[in-house]
């Protein structure tokens, strides 16, 4: 007789084994059926699986953007779309000329940490990286830009950051550095994004891709392009990085349209935060 054909007759010859465990399965299902709640949040309502939590009593989302001065844009751009809203409030903590290199200068690592310890954000909104194109020091040991061994300390960095904002509690997103006009800066800055975005998908944050929203129909860059009411003007500042005001307006839509549809409660958006707009929807093209 073979091994499968004895497990059969035991199979056979044991049948309150098999009855038992129908029977255990049946019960599982009607515990689970009888006895599962719904989450409900402060409105009282059902609220799905979100993104960003529902909050616990009435007050509007507290929103922090971090970042150097291209994250003071989107910070500004924010401010502008949840202008007229009562349920987003948005407060600029950002620094020209830092980063993740230079922590002689600011230290962005202490900063988050401060951040996520006082747990005042229910959303953080970090765009920052512009200015880490330069060599590191660590431990009295110069780094040359985008060695190897600079590139492990840097993505170590990365990693400690986005550890310190999963443990804030608040929904996290980590915005990509825009195309600017210099080519070879374009390239480092794609390089940065793809460790970004890596980063933010191994800690559960949620990383926002925005090169598409400044880029012409071949992928080059201008400084001109559409705005949110169609009209075609300046949206990147002179010096090629920054953005303009129509420009910061534009990102900061763009980033209000993600956090909005991220949240869980009915009838959240602002007044003049409300559908997407299709010059945001779609690439916009020069």
Known sequence: MTIASSRSVAAVLRPERSCSMVFTL???????????????GADGEVHPTSFIAPLERDRPYRLVVIGDSVGANLADGLRWT??????VKVRKQTKAGTGFVRTDVYNWQRVIRRL?????????VMLIGGNDRQDMRVRGRRHERFSKSWRIEYVKRLE???????????????????????RRMSRDYTRFNADYERVSQR???????????????NG??????KNLDG???????????????SGSKLLGRYIA???????????NRSANAGSTTRFVRKRISQ
């Open 26 to 40: 049946l019960l599982a299902t009607w515990v689970l059926m009888f006895t599962w709640q719904p989450s409900l």
């Open 82 to 87: 949840f202008r007229r809203g009562r349920n």
């Open 116 to 124: 996520a310890r006082r747990r005042k954000a229910d959303i953080i």
């Open 160 to 182: 400690t950051a986005a550890r310190m904002l999963r443990k804030s509690g608040a929904a996290v997103y980590w915005v990509g550095l825009p195309n600017v006009r210099s």
């Open 203 to 217: 800690y559960g944050l949620k990383y926002i891709d925005i090169r598409h929203l400044f880029v012409t129909r």
């Open 220 to 225: 080059g860059y201008s400084d001109y392009g």
């Open 231 to 245: 009209r075609r003007v300046r949206l990147r500042d002179r010096d090629g990085i920054h953005m303009s005001n």
């Open 257 to 267: 349209d993600h956090i909005e549809n991220d949240m869980p409660r009915k009838g």
